[in-house]
């Protein structure tokens, strides 16, 4: 039903994007509301939605502030300026103020990897200091998340008006990512970077077509996309194309193409899983299990065939560069990579991540850990406000965000083959926060990757590393759950 829902909104929002798409450019597109409010603009879509279930308020214009990350910036700062996605952020923060009576201000600082303490920093001592300074933050999982341990934020499991079960919020955070029923980190589709850090396999129609391939769509709708049968349509493709005798990426023809990162998630799509919930929710680690030692050493070999590259590092341009010009059957990259393919010759699909095998009952897609995410400081001063904000951003986002960037990031494919809006409904639907990966930075070595990637060909004794970590990684676990027990909620 969910699904049903979701894909019906975007068909009936589409019409009025691409009409703004194609309008003459010498006019000015009647898309801000100057003429109609906001939350009239939303009507007739909101007809044939999951409705925004929030009780009629008005804040009188408080300033309402958000604290958001510079390079994550396009979800929230934005004016009307004829981009497609920009002017539906523009329309969606315009919806959000005038149905609570706000007006936002977003506040932007480096908040990267490379900056997370900096981000971190201005976070510490708004809290420290009590000055109420933000209203929600808005910052990188992998790199907010670890000092959530520290009880710098508000239980989102405790917010009346935040409402996990509705589609635009990532489904089974409260048993993937919750400790204890304590949820400090929350992700939504307010967050557009949950969309385009999302994992995907592309792949590459004229190659299908030319090696008389199965059809990869039929395959995930039949619940029979794989990894034995990704290895085996991969190991049909391969070519010595220059004839030097050795392969190369970028001259000869290859099965498939992986940067290492979204590779990685093949760990949560399969279900090889170190770890389990107690009765009381409460994360440990479990033994390597023989199914996973067996789908280890399946991967390991399949990595090691010479139409198989790995590689880190290289910008994502220059990867999807060699699926565009048809030297790759498979690619896996995040959904973004959409953006270096709108000049592709060939025709391309998207399809999920595979399952482990036919008996896995449903798909698995890992939110990019680098997906921002909603934390509320214990500091706010009107909690009920912030609740109503986030439930509100995330459903505008849902209504008016997300399609458009589905039109710009397909282009015409988006609204001529629904097989492709199928399959983004799949995946989207299938979207989760898995704990290993979303906590992957607080362990030493990391656990998200249990699975072989380009750089762990040479380890070939998987349960002796296994053993060798597990101690680590359970210390580690305990910790965690420890200072989680100590934080009041």
């Given at each position: 039903?969910?699904?049903?829902?979701?894909?019906?909104?975007?068909?009936?929002?589409?019409?009025?994007?691409?009409?703004?798409?194609?309008?003459?450019?010498?006019?000015?597109?009647?898309?801000?509301?100057?003429?109609?409010?906001?939350?009239?603009?939303?009507?007739?879509?909101?007809?044939?939605?999951?409705?925004?279930?929030?009780?009629?308020?008005?804040?009188?214009?408080?300033?309402?502030?958000?604290?958001?990350?510079?390079?994550?910036?396009?979800?929230?700062?934005?004016?009307?300026?004829?981009?497609?996605?920009?002017?539906?952020?523009?329309?969606?923060?315009?919806?959000?103020?005038?149905?609570?009576?706000?007006?936002?201000?977003?506040?932007?600082?480096?908040?990267?990897?490379?900056?997370?303490?900096?981000?971190?920093?201005?976070?510490?001592?708004?809290?420290?200091?009590?000055?109420?300074?933000?209203?929600?933050?808005?910052?990188?999982?992998?790199?907010?998340?670890?000092?959530?341990?520290?009880?710098?934020?508000?239980?989102?499991?405790?917010?009346?008006?935040?409402?996990?079960?509705?589609?635009?919020?990532?489904?089974?955070?409260?048993?993937?990512?919750?400790?204890?029923?304590?949820?400090?980190?929350?992700?939504?589709?307010?967050?557009?970077?949950?969309?385009?850090?999302?994992?995907?396999?592309?792949?590459?129609?004229?190659?299908?077509?030319?090696?008389?391939?199965?059809?990869?769509?039929?395959?995930?709708?039949?619940?029979?996309?794989?990894?034995?049968?990704?290895?085996?349509?991969?190991?049909?493709?391969?070519?010595?194309?220059?004839?030097?005798?050795?392969?190369?990426?970028?001259?000869?023809?290859?099965?498939?193409?992986?940067?290492?990162?979204?590779?990685?998630?093949?760990?949560?799509?399969?279900?090889?899983?170190?770890?389990?919930?107690?009765?009381?929710?409460?994360?440990?680690?479990?033994?390597?299990?023989?199914?996973?030692?067996?789908?280890?050493?399946k991967v390991l070999d399949f990595f090691e065939r010479e139409n198989v590259v790995g590689i880190d590092g290289i910008p994502h341009p220059d990867i999807c560069a060699v699926f565009a010009a048809d030297q790759v059957l498979f690619l896996n990259e995040?959904?973004?990579?959409?953006?270096?393919?709108?000049?592709?010759?060939?025709?391309?699909?998207?399809?999920?991540?595979?399952?482990?095998?036919?008996?896995?009952?449903?798909?698995?897609?890992?939110?990019?850990?680098?997906?921002?995410?909603?934390?509320?400081?214990?500091?706010?001063?009107?909690?009920?406000?912030?609740?109503?904000?986030?439930?509100?951003?995330?459903?505008?986002?849902?209504?008016?965000?997300?399609?458009?960037?589905?039109?710009?990031?397909?282009?015409?494919?988006?609204?001529?083959?629904?097989?492709?809006?199928?399959?983004?409904?799949?995946?989207?639907?299938?979207?989760?926060?898995?704990?290993?990966?979303?906590?992957?930075?607080?362990?030493?070595?990391?656990?998200?990757?249990?699975?072989?990637?380009?750089?762990?060909?040479?380890?070939?004794?998987?349960?002796?590393?296994?053993?060798?970590?597990?101690?680590?990684?359970?210390?580690?676990?305990?910790?965690?759950?420890?200072?989680?027990?100590?934080?009041?909620?």
């Open positions: 039903m969910k699904s049903t829902v979701w894909m019906l909104t975007l068909l009936s929002l589409l019409s009025s994007v691409s009409l703004i798409a194609c309008s003459d450019s010498t006019d000015t597109p009647q898309v801000s509301g100057t003429t109609d409010s906001m939350t009239e603009t939303f009507a007739e879509t909101e007809e044939t939605a999951v409705p925004l279930n929030l009780p009629e308020v008005d804040y009188e214009q408080r300033t309402f502030t958000v604290l958001a990350t510079e390079h994550a910036s396009y979800e929230y700062v934005a004016e009307e300026s004829g981009d497609i996605v920009e002017d539906a952020v523009y329309r969606k923060n315009r919806a959000v103020e005038e149905r609570l009576g706000i007006a936002f201000e977003f506040i932007t600082a480096p908040g990267h990897w490379a900056d997370k303490d900096s981000f971190n920093a201005l976070i510490k001592n708004s809290i420290m200091a009590n000055d109420g300074a933000y209203d929600l933050i808005s910052g990188t999982m992998v790199c907010v998340l670890p000092i959530a341990a520290e009880g710098y934020f508000l239980n989102a499991l405790d917010l009346e008006h935040i409402q996990f079960e509705n589609p635009w919020w990532v489904q089974d955070m409260k048993e993937k990512l919750a400790i204890g029923g304590k949820l400090f980190g929350f992700v939504g589709d307010a967050s557009l970077s949950l969309y385009k850090d999302l994992s995907v396999i592309y792949f590459n129609q004229k190659l299908i077509a030319d090696y008389d391939l199965e059809d990869p769509y039929a395959l995930v709708i039949d619940g029979k996309w794989t990894v034995d049968k990704v290895l085996e349509m991969a190991a049909a493709v391969s070519s010595d194309v220059n004839g030097d005798g050795k392969m190369t990426i970028g001259d000869d023809l290859f099965g498939y193409y992986y940067h290492a990162v979204p590779q990685r998630t093949w760990q949560t799509a399969t279900e090889f899983s170190s770890i389990a919930y107690d009765d009381h929710d409460m994360p440990y680690m479990t033994p390597l299990q023989d199914r996973d030692t067996e789908l280890f050493f995040f959904l973004y990579g959409t953006d270096y393919l709108r000049d592709m010759k060939s025709d391309f699909g998207i399809v999920p991540q595979p399952k482990r095998d036919e008996a896995q009952t449903q798909y698995h897609t890992q939110v990019g850990t680098s997906t921002s995410t909603f934390f509320i400081p214990t500091t706010v001063t009107d909690a009920e406000l912030t609740s109503m904000v986030c439930e509100a951003l995330s459903y505008y986002s849902w209504l008016e965000v997300i399609p458009a960037y589905y039109e710009v990031a397909l282009k015409e494919k988006y609204n001529r083959d629904d097989t492709v809006k199928e399959m983004l409904n799949i995946i989207r639907d299938s979207a989760e926060v898995n704990f290993t990966f979303a906590y992957s930075t607080m362990f030493n070595p990391s656990i998200n990757e249990l699975l072989p990637s380009y750089w762990q060909k040479a380890n070939n004794d998987v349960a002796s590393w296994y053993a060798k970590n597990e101690k680590s990684w359970t210390k580690t676990i305990e910790s965690i759950v420890e200072q989680y027990q100590d934080i009041e909620s």
